[in-house]
């Protein structure tokens, strides 16, 4: 049986000796996802927290429901695997790997798992923004943390990765570190991540209107909106605008359409 291994050493004594895919159903600890097929919990070794991700298999029904609503399904932790290599290859900071395994031709019978370090303490920036309306940041901060947005969606969008769930929700701000001066903010839940050598023009439309809808509700203005623009083009805002007009106007009424559809009114 074909089977893919890695567990890094401050994790290997847990698995020694044991079949590693029944070590890491095993483990124990906060569960925070149990669905059929997928389980994901938070544990403690050695006074160390990480999270695991175990994978049983979807089954063909759930395979070829995703195929008949033309979705690409999720059979493993592979995707999730693969996606946070690239990132990491390109110097988006994402979850870091500490172990992962995975067995079985069969997409509909495979079995895997990840496991990643807990992040450093770090609030997602829909908490970090919600207040945002009615206690505004200061312009330096907002701007520094749009900038950061739009430098990791550009880098990216440029090597050929899309994330397909790309909301405030799944980026993560550290509260104790930055980067180069400029916050530091961890991208995370690539499960649904996807690879190629570019990014189609459709699937950077739907991250960026999907990013744009979990900001409608944020007290954002139109100076905001430039500067993402500007930074993401990695342009200057009169060729970003000029080249891609008609870009930033689908990524407007796609991220105002899906808002209706999730709040059942108009965005204020």
């Not at 395979?63 to 008949?68: E, S």
């Not at 798992?113 to 330096?140: K, Q, V």
């Not at 891609?244 to 689908?250: E, G, K, P, S, V």
């Not at 808002?259 to 108009?266: A, D, L, M, S, T």
């Amino acid at each position: 049986m074909h089977m893919e291994l890695e567990i890094r050493e401050d994790l290997a004594d847990i698995f020694a000796g044991r079949d590693p895919f029944a070590c890491a159903l095993a483990l124990e600890g906060e569960v925070y996802r149990d669905v059929k097929g997928r389980r994901t919990l938070r544990f403690c070794h050695a006074g160390r927290y990480y999270f695991v991700k175990v994978h049983q298999g979807v089954g063909w029904g759930e395979i070829f429901k995703n195929l008949l609503m033309l979705k690409a399904p999720v059979i493993g932790a592979g995707n999730e695997y693969r996606a946070i290599r690239a990132l990491e290859a390109i110097g988006v900071p994402t979850l870091t790997v500490a172990g992962y395994g995975r067995r079985g031709f069969d997409p509909a019978r495979q079995q895997s798992f990840l496991i990643t370090d807990e992040l450093p303490p770090s609030i997602t920036l829909e908490d970090h923004c919600r207040d945002w309306p009615a206690s505004p940041p200061s312009l330096a901060h907002k701007r520094r943390l749009i900038r950061a947005v739009a430098a990791t969606s550009r880098a990216m969008h440029g090597r050929g990765i899309n994330h397909r769930d790309f909301y405030l929700c799944h980026f993560h701000l550290d509260l104790e570190r930055e980067r180069d001066g400029e916050p530091l903010l961890y991208l995370i839940d690539l499960h649904r991540a996807q690879i190629r050598q570019r990014v189609p023009r459709r699937w950077r439309l739907k991250d960026i209107a999907g990013l744009y809808f979990s900001a409608l509700d944020i007290g954002l203005r139109r100076r905001d909106l430039l500067t993402f623009m500007r930074a993401y083009a990695d342009q200057p805002l009169s060729t970003a605008l000029g080249e891609h007009r008609a870009f930033w106007r689908q990524v407007e009424r796609k991220a105002l359409r899906l808002y209706r559809k999730v709040h059942g009114r108009e965005c204020q």
